[in-house]
């Protein structure tokens, strides 16, 4: 597809994923039954849905994906890498990054991707509602998600009044996915806090939304799945990864 840059976040250091971290990149470890690294069902899904086009966004040992995808080739992709730098830090800083480094262009249209994210989403949907609302910024969607842990409804004094165990939410959450428009470069810049950090949906997001640009939620109904965790990664469904994503190794 011209003009679409599939761009993906896998530089951060997976605290919540320790040990495990401490010998491997957070996006390379071991899903599904075939057992291969998370980044690889990511760069299928989106070879599958044709964004070719690709440049991870790398800090933490990075060498681990460069030697294992190196430009691509075998994948049928493209890929180029940047490095992240302490001047722009956070989600957001890795982008601002990648587009002050010339990987984009302004008249781009940016996939980006969380780095610790499976799903089945069909990435070409989310991209045509984005162009069809004409938006500067779609984040995809999900509903019915479950909290990991309980949640109690206190008193004034500390008195538990109800605890409710493992909810859903009744809103959608962010699934670690959103199309971006290059022309907000300046808006992403404008979003930093005097802290040097910024965060995609903490910071950018509602500064879009605050400067009235056009912002739409793409609500899907897919599988996914946030293994950004080590409780997370243990409670993977190995099987039903092989089920749901054997298509992308035919």
Known sequence: MKNLKGLVLCGGPGTRLRPITYYFQKALIPIGVRQKPLLEYIVRLLKFHGVVDLAFLV???????????????????????????????????????ALKKGVADTDDTLLIYYGDIVTTMDLIELINYHKS?????????ASGFTVRVGLADLSNDGKILGFVEKPKLDKPVSMGILVLEGSTLNDIEASFPKRGGSDLMKDVIPHLLKTEKPVYGYLSNAFWYDIGSVEAYEKLDHNYIEKSLAYLFK
């Open 133 to 141: 609302h004409e938006a500067v910024a779609t984040v995809a969607l």
């Open 59 to 97: 800090e933490y040992k990075a060498e681990q994906i460069v030697n294992y995808f190196d430009d691509g080739a075998r994948f049928g992709v493209n890929i180029s890498y940047v490095r992240d730098i302490p001047k722009y830090k956070g989600t957001a800083g890795s982008i601002l990054n």
